[in-house]
Nanobody
Framework: QVLLVESGGGLVQAGASLRLSCAASGGTGSSYNMGWFRQAPGKEREFVGAITGSGGRTYYADSVKGRFTISRDNAKNTVYLQMNSLKAEDTAVYYC???????????????????WGQGTQVTVSS
C-alpha cells in the first residue's frame, strides 16, 4: 500500500509560482511512475503531467507545457510540481498519484493509477 500526501497549495496572484510536493510512503519510490492531476469545480479530473520511476522522462499536458515542471527525489520519496506563470485557469485541487509499470500512452489516464493523495487546493486570482 502506497500512501501519498500532497502539500504546498495556496492562494496566489496570476503570474506567481508555487511548488507542490507529494511525499510517498509504503513503497519503493523508484518503482512507481508518478502523475499529477487536477480537478476544477464542475470539471473532470485532468492530467497535468507525469514522471517515470527513474525520473528520466517527464510528460505534460499541453495546457501546462513550458510552465510546469515535475521532478522527483527518490531518496526522499518525494515528487514535486513546480508551477510558474500561474493563470486563473490553473485554479483546482491538485492530486498526485502513483502507478506501477505503465506504457507511456497510459501515463495520462487517471484510471491507471491505483494510489492517490488527498489533494491540495491551488487558487490563482486574476
Amino acid at each position: 500500500q502506497v500512501l501519498l500526501v500532497e502539500s504546498g497549495g495556496g492562494l496566489v496572484q496570476a503570474g506567481a509560482s508555487l511548488r507542490l510536493s507529494c511525499a510517498a510512503s509504503g513503497g519503493t519510490g523508484s518503482s512507481y511512475n508518478m502523475g499529477w492531476f487536477r480537478q476544477a469545480p464542475g470539471k473532470e479530473r485532468e492530467f497535468v503531467g507525469a514522471i517515470t520511476g527513474s525520473g528520466g522522462r517527464t510528460y505534460y499536458a499541453d495546457s501546462v507545457k513550458g510552465r510546469f515542471t515535475i521532478s522527483r527525489d527518490n531518496a526522499k520519496n518525494t515528487v514535486y510540481l513546480q508551477m510558474n506563470s500561474l493563470k486563473a485557469e490553473d485554479t483546482a485541487v491538485y492530486y498526485c498519484a502513483a502507478a506501477g509499470q505503465l506504457i507511456v500512452t497510459m501515463l495520462q489516464l487517471r484510471d491507471k493509477y491505483p494510489y492517490w493523495g488527498q489533494g491540495t487546493q491551488v487558487t490563482v486570482s486574476s
